[in-house]
């Protein structure tokens, strides 16, 4: 019914940038909440920042000054603009969205993207 497609992960050097996108398709009567979540080899799945319908965003602290989420309502597409590559950063990346579908509308729903890799070389 819903499908989240990322896209823009990619192997960069230290210091490098990457935009990640992450669109949203199927029977969508509208997107709430938007995110992008990190998980690192061994590790828990991670908040790394959100945005909401209205554009209030939220990131986690290791983030704020380099990283910058932003969506595009008409297109049901959340980006992620990533200055300053560390390779901490380094993760597979997953986009998550709350969706109410046409089918049910008011009750959202919860989705994730299939990840994307983002690999940062010192």
């Known amino acids: 019914q819903v499908q989240l497609v990322e896209s823009g992960g990619g192997l960069v050097q230290a210091g490098g940038s990457l935009r990640l996108s992450c669109a949203a398709s199927?029977?969508?009567?509208?997107?709430?909440?938007m995110g992008w979540y990190q998980q690192a080899p061994g590790k828990q799945r991670e908040l790394v920042a959100t945005i909401t319908s209205g554009g209030i965003t939220n990131y986690v602290d290791s983030v704020k000054g380099r990283f910058t989420i932003s969506r595009d309502n008409a297109k049901n597409t959340v980006y992620l603009q990533m200055n300053s590559l560390k390779p901490e950063d380094t993760a597979v990346y997953y986009c998550?969205?709350?969706?109410?579908?046409?089918?049910?509308?008011?009750?959202?729903?919860?989705?994730w993207g299939q990840g994307t890799q983002v690999t940062v070389s010192s």
């Open positions: 199927g029977s969508i009567f509208s997107v709430n909440s």
């Open positions: 998550n969205a709350d969706i109410v579908l046409r089918a049910v509308p008011f009750i959202p729903r919860n989705y």
